[in-house]
């Protein structure tokens, strides 16, 4: 329960029973038109007006507060003006002479809007602060290591781009293909695609409302010519050879022959393999599911959120038994594990093996997923490799054409 005392309208002999007393009262008026305390769980505001008429301005807290009469109701609002100086009082006052003059004519503003301070209207979001936005939306939709890759690692440049304007009316398709144009000088066209992809949906994300949506990206995107890139060639069974048989004869590389048998065998995607666990393999039916990924030592679904089933040939039982060698196995213990923390492998550590692999044998550098696709190579793009792969139907057709 809230109520105000008048300080204007109180006579000093009635000051006692409210148990207040005449020193506190002088001491208020000299140093503060506020006096706030709570008994009982009751608040108590102390108001003192500094202007009489048809409309009053009073002093409530720290602030100015007009209080009127208008058909026989009582009202009042805040002026949002602070006590200050004798400057924020005239101002405050010729509020009340404004509302005065309205309430004769007849012309008052029932809303009361034309009274209100403007600073009061909530302020618009730059771009910018809208990008943030879409960036919060955008952690909880796609997995960590997909947010960090293609959306975190081009925030900076993205806000910097966003900063030049207020709307999004003021970026033109020229535009942005003059700042595709500047890229080109420095990179290649795949990764000016992965570059403003985080603006190009953003794009997007504020126009999902629109019936006819316009994206000057999307359009500069088209404009973009495509690099000619040749493509890495699949693993030939001599080269697989190569690089096993120089793992098991080096001794810092041996522990990461049985992942990378295992990753020719089956043509999982590495991640998938990070997160295969013993749990996860059923030597009575011959067979292994893959139901989950690993993504910087966080384990979750895999990329397509299918699960699938492989079966156990020799080279995958070989590459199990050589990884589980002297250690206890449970359902929950990982297949392969960092070989010396013996916990869950993280991309960079077994690529820097791989790469050394590669070097030490005397072939090509190609990524650890190369691996993936010289299964899907040697199975001649088959609708049966296509499904112990994961592979979707889209991906599918490119494989055949």
């Known amino acids: ?3 105000c005392i008048d300080w204007s309208n ?73 006590v200050v100086d004798k400057q924020s009082e005239n101002a405050a006052i010729a509020i009340a002479k404004q509302m005065e003059s309205d309430l004769y004519r007849g012309t008052l503003d029932e ?15 730059t771009l910018a602060e809208q990008f943030q936005c879409f960036m919060l939306a955008k952690r909880s939709e796609v997995r960590p290591y997909t947010f960090k890759a293609r959306f975190e690692q081009h925030r900076v440049w ?20 003059m700042v595709l144009s500047k890229l080109t000088s420095t990179l290649r066209s795949s990764s000016i695609r992965c570059k403003i992809l985080p603006i190009m949906l953003f794009w997007d994300w504020m126009q999902a409302d629109m019936d006819v949506p316009i994206n000057p990206w999307r359009k500069a995107l088209k404009r973009l010519k495509v690099d000619e890139v040749e493509k890495p060639e699949p693993f030939t069974s001599e080269e697989r050879e190569k690089i096993l048989n120089t793992m098991l004869g080096n001794d810092g590389l041996r522990p990461w022959e049985p ?34 990924s690993a993504v910087d030592t966080n384990i979750g679904k895999t990329k397509t959120g299918k699960v699938r089933r492989i079966p156990l ?18 359902d929950r213990t990982l297949c392969f594990p960092h070989p010396k923390t013996g916990k869950v492998l993280i991309s960079k550590i077994y690529a820097a093996h791989w790469k050394q692999a590669l070097k030490l044998a005397g072939v090509q550098y190609r990524k650890p997923y190369a691996n993936r696709h010289t299964f ?26």
């Open 1 to 3: 329960m809230e109520f």
């Open 10 to 82: 109180l006579y000093i002999s009635s000051l006692p029973s409210l148990c207040i007393t005449r020193h506190c009262y002088f001491y208020v008026l000299q140093i503060t038109h506020r006096l706030s305390h709570s008994i009982g769980g009751n608040s108590y505001t102390m108001v003192h007006t500094i202007y009489k008429g048809q409309v009053n301005v009073e002093i409530c807290g720290n602030s100015y507060r007009i209080r009127f009469t208008h058909h026989g109701q009582r009202k009042a609002f805040g002026t949002g003006i602070k």
């Open 111 to 125: 809303t009361l809007k034309r009274y209100k301070p403007e600073r009061y209207q909530k302020p618009e979001l």
């Open 158 to 177: 993205t806000l910097e781009t966003l900063k030049q304007f207020r709307d999004m009316s003021e970026v033109t398709t020229n535009y942005c293909a």
């Open 259 to 292: 992942i990378t048998r295992f990753l020719m065998s089956t043509g999982c995607r590495p991640g998938e393999v990070f997160a295969l666990t013993y749990g996860d393999i059923n030597q009575n039916d011959g067979y292994l599911t893959i139901s989950k």
């Open 313 to 330: 040939t020799e080279n995958i039982r070989v590459a199990l038994e050589a990884s589980s060698n002297g250690r206890d196995i449970y």
């Open 376 to 401: 899907i190579t040697e199975a001649n793009g088959t609708k049966k490799s296509s499904k112990l792969c994961g592979i979707s139907a889209t991906d599918f057709k490119a494989i055949e054409q």
